[in-house]
């Protein structure tokens, strides 16, 4: 048989657990939930101007992959946009960084290009693809007869006042 005492120490106890279960489960969800100081979690090297070239050089190739799909015989024309538009974001570059005293000159890869298309042109068993090409840097292959962008090779040289920053881009169509 139970007093009425002891009802009041279960209840006790009970509010105690309940506390110490909300002190736990609050302390876990703060410190889940702490993002930290923003400025500290950016990339490390995300401002150096190989990474921001190769970013927007990035996004360029992946947007004239969606822009400049062709039959498979206007290859030609496909290429050809596609300079277009790495000659336009390297222009945007040197616009921007003008003022930081730097000179992006950017070139085709041609060999790199070619051994991507000879040695690692994508394929597979379940997929029915032509053979890739490189014009230039510019790499492109047939799937159902048309023209599919896959990259782009590009030698990079950054010159500022603090010296020269080479770089090789191969940057892959997505």
Known sequence: MTVAGDRGQVVLLAAVVVAVALVAMSTAYHGLGY???VRTTTAIGA?????IAEHRLQATVDAAAVD?????????TTVSDVR??????IADLQRSDATRGRV????????????WADDDCPGGELRDFGPCRADGGVVVQER??????VGVVLDLTIRSKRGETRATLR???H
Do not use: Q, S, Y
Request: charged share 30%; aromatic share 4%.
């Open 35 to 37: 993002h930290g100081d």
């Open 47 to 51: 401002e150096e101007p190989v990474v």
């Open 68 to 76: 400049t799909a062709r039959p498979w015989v206007a290859r030609n």
């Open 84 to 89: 277009d538009a790495v000659r336009e974001a």
């Open 104 to 115: 992006f000159v950017v070139r085709e890869n041609e060999a790199l290009a070619d051994a």
């Open 144 to 149: 159902a007869n048309e023209t599919v962008l």
């Open 171 to 173: 940057l892959a169509a």
